[in-house]
């Protein structure tokens, strides 16, 4: 997307303002003068203006670039099909660096200078810590598509919503009865030292310990660290698994030297596949993948029973059976995260015509109108699968998907139900004020 004068980007749909007004007058019959085009396009074919506070550059741009991707798709296909209220959709993107301080800025900018009705898409969790409380003094609604826990715990505000993407709270809770039964009972943890990687830290002991395993040890690596060999000699020699979650542009250089550190006598794997997201799985010197297990949300790799929703969904954000970008093998997806761009887009669409939005005075209905959502079927607007939604939380919770690398792939060989990751509130939003 290129940046215009403003340095903003602009996703348009198919439905221009002058087809609209066009429309609008032949049917009724009107010849429109000056004064009523300005009026009939402010009412009803003004687009809705979508903030996208995207990670282009830092730790996170691998991730933005593809949720980028998938942005401008899921808004091509909600603008062919006629917008939000018949009003299309108009993204204006901001890099916020993947920087705390900067994404705080990038939100006040969105609300003061390009006016947006809402801002939405951030994904690495001390992002979103950093730059909710902007969005809660400002009062403009900020739809994250992040994992942690951080929605779900309260401990924001009111005006942050996670309803296209489940958290690593219901995450770990989901998968740990089948670590515990099928990969080892001894785990040593190895994960970033900030928000996402605390929440591994806090809640996979408990959720283990309820399935008569245990951690043993657990290891935080800062998130800018491009080397990790002299960590690894921590690893107790007692352990059985091998519990990793990195992020960043290094984690191709975390599971090589992982490797390189064990050769061909390792502990079982489990990973969640953010420690793998846009690296080619066949990449040299990962072969010691083979046979162990990834967390994903939604699949990489094509598998045999994916539904007729979730091929409609592949094709549309472009990527292939193996999960690259179509005509290059090499730009390697972050499927199992860039779904809940897709699927909270389709959750702002329902709630804003739920709440008969029609502009930023209207951001208190269109609060609860999200807080009123309880569910979501899949299907062509929510292809990775069904959903419960708690509006006093914020937070959606879905099935979960654990796969086995084998031949250069990934496979299925698990999905969680809904209920398994469901958890306890911790709070209620919508006690706070307005």
Known sequence: MAGNRDSKSLLNGTLSRRAALKGFGAAAGLALAPGYVRYAQ???????????????????????????????????????????????????????????KRGAEVVGKFATQHKTDIVYGTLFSHVVIGSAPTAGELKIPYYVVSEGHHVASTKLNRYV??????????????????????????????????????????????????????????????????????????????????????????????????????????????????SLEAVDINSPGLEFLDGSHFWEGSPRYAQENDSEAQKAYRAAVGIDDNGAAVGDPKDVSTAAHMFGCWETLYVIKKAMEDAGYKGPEDRAKLVE???????????????????????????????????????????????????EGLYEPEGDYTTMPL
């Open 42 to 100: 402010a009412q009803s074919s003004a687009p809705i203006k979508i903030g996208f506070q995207a990670h282009r550059t830092g730790i996170g741009a691998a991730y933005g670039r593809w949720y980028e991707k998938t942005t401008t798709a899921a808004v091509k296909a909600i603008n062919d099909a006629g917008g939000i209220g018949g009003r299309p959709i108009e993204i204006v993107v901001e890099d916020d660096g993947t920087d705390p």
């Open 161 to 274: 919503f996670q309803p296209g993407i489940t958290d690593v709270k219901s995450q770990i809770q989901a998968m740990a009865p089948w670590v515990a039964s099928n990969v080892g009972k001894k785990v040593t943890m190895i994960f970033p030292d900030f928000a996402f990687g605390h929440d591994h830290r806090d809640y996979l002991p408990p959720a283990l310990k309820a399935q008569g395993a245990e951690v043993i040890a657990q290891i935080a690596i800062p998130p800018t660290e491009s080397s990790f060999t002299k960590y690894f000699p921590q690893i107790p020699a007692e352990t059985e698994v091998i519990y990793h979650v990195m992020v960043g542009p290094a984690v191709l250089t975390f599971v090589k030297e992982l490797g390189e550190f064990y050769g061909s006598n390792r502990p079982q794997l489990f990973g969640f596949i953010d």
């Open 369 to 419: 109108a999200t807080e009123a959502l309880t569910k979501f079927d899949e299907g062509p607007e929510h292809p990775q699968g069904d959903k419960i939604f708690n509006g006093k939380i914020h937070q959606c919770f879905g099935h979960q998907n654990i796969s086995k690398v084998e031949g250069g792939k990934l496979k299925v060989v698990h999905r969680t139900s809904i209920e």
